[in-house]
Antibody, heavy 124, light 108 residues
Framework: QVQLVESGGGVVQPGGSLRLSCAAS????????MHWVRQAPGKGLEWVAF????????YYADSVKGRFTISRDNSKNTLYLQMNSLRAEDTAVYYC?????????????????WGQGTLVTVSS | EIVMTQSPATLSVSPGERATLSCRAS??????LAWYQQKPGQAPRLLIY???TRATGIPARFSGSGSGTEFTLTISSLQSEDFAVYYC??????????FGQGTRLEIK
């Protein structure tokens, strides 16, 4: 079955950097776009970034644009999120999620499934 | 950016009863709306996509309806495992993909 396993979270000081990874298995990783979504403690869900199946296009939330970079290595079935200039408000559980699409309308995609998440804490 | 608004913030319902959760979009999203369930300490799980299509393995007591700007998630007869937080999410206009703030379904 499809499995997504995030790693790389931890405690980092404001202004610091961290790289998250998401290891995928159980599907043809190179055929699907992938998302990062975060959830601050006790708060709701916020989409962070999306990368197309071949890495040709990337999209970011305004809150992270210019600071975060999404990338993928299809040879390793792995998704990444490089996070720089981290702020306290970036503290959250970060989830990776596979895009789900209807073949007749590939532009329309939602999130299914999700990984278990990795916690990033930005604090001095 | 399309803003998604869910109501109520918290819904108290007894087991066996029906629960109705609402989601409103700030502009039309057609039927391009999904619902997710999240239990404490767990990742969200897809319940509904296309406003009314149940995801694989989702029980028939979960149903979605609506189009345009008004959507509803109905749970026909609440089971103990259904008490959780529910989020709606639009995927019609992106980026960004946007979520509602969530409805907490609690035991009455």
């Amino acid at each position: 079955q499809v499995q997504l396993v995030e790693s790389g979270g931890g405690v980092v000081q404001p202004g610091g950097s961290l790289r998250l990874s998401c290891a995928a298995s159980g599907f043809t990783f190179s055929s699907y776009g992938m998302h990062w979504v975060r959830q601050a403690p006790g708060k709701g869900l916020e989409w962070v970034a999306f990368i197309r199946y071949d890495g040709s296009n990337k999209y970011y939330a305004d809150s992270v644009k210019g600071r975060f970079t999404i990338s993928r290595d299809n040879s390793k079935n792995t998704l990444y999120l490089q996070m720089n200039s981290l702020r306290a408000e970036d503290t959250a559980v970060y989830y990776c999620a596979k895009e789900a699409v209807v073949p007749a309308a590939p532009r329309l995609n939602w999130f299914d499934p999700w990984g278990q998440g990795t916690l990033v804490t930005v604090s001095s | 950016e399309i803003v998604m608004t869910q109501s109520p913030a918290t819904l108290s319902v007894s087991p066996g009863e029906r629960a109705t959760l609402s989601c409103r979009a700030s502009q039309s999203v057609s039927s391009n709306l999904a619902w997710y369930q999240q239990k404490p300490g767990q990742a969200p799980r897809l319940l509904i996509y296309g406003a009314s299509t149940r995801a694989t393995g989702i029980p028939a007591r979960f149903s979605g309806s609506g189009s345009g700007t008004e959507f509803t998630l109905t749970i026909s007869s609440l089971q103990s495992e259904d008490f959780a937080v529910y989020y709606c999410q639009q995927y019609n206009n992106w980026p960004p993909w946007t979520f509602g703030q969530g409805t907490r379904l609690e035991i009455k």
